[in-house]
């Protein structure tokens, strides 16, 4: 197999990312925006765009007509969640109390005693060692 050497048509600068469905593209990404310190990059009616830092990666936030709001934990034929953020954090109920305060719902449901949150995307607040959120 040789040394990997990336997308080939890829260049330095070039647009990289993921692109997540939701039913208010705006709102979600201004709730990750504010939580995570991120900003902005572009926005347009239908999609939002929410930059790490100016090289990325991207975050884009794309308007989902008929959008399902999935189901914790996941129940035989309701939508259920097709990805979330994990973030680790120092103190986990600050973390919770700051995603609550910005619109984040904590689920009823938790698989683990060191993990909670819910915001329309599940991001699950992790306690950790580094108090980076």
Do not use: C
């Not at 794309?62 to 994990?86: K, L």
Request: hydrophobic letters at 40%; glycine letters at 12%.
């Amino acid at each position: 197999m040789g040394q990997a050497i990336g997308m080939r048509s890829r260049t330095g600068g070039m647009w990289w990312g993921t692109t997540i469905e939701a039913p208010d593209p705006s709102g979600l990404a201004k709730f990750y925006a504010e939580l995570l310190g991120w900003h902005i990059g572009h926005e347009e009616p239908g999609t939002t765009i929410l930059a790490t830092s100016p090289q990325g990666p991207f975050f884009v936030f794309q308007q989902a007509d008929g959008y399902q709001t999935p189901v914790w934990p996941p129940a035989a034929g309701e939508q259920r969640p097709m990805m979330h953020f994990d973030f680790q954090v120092g103190d986990l109920a600050s973390a919770v109390a700051e995603a609550v305060a910005l619109g984040a719902t904590v689920a009823e449901f938790q698989p683990q005693k060191n993990v909670r949150g819910r915001s329309p995307l599940l991001p699950l607040l992790r306690r950790g060692t580094t108090g980076q959120l």
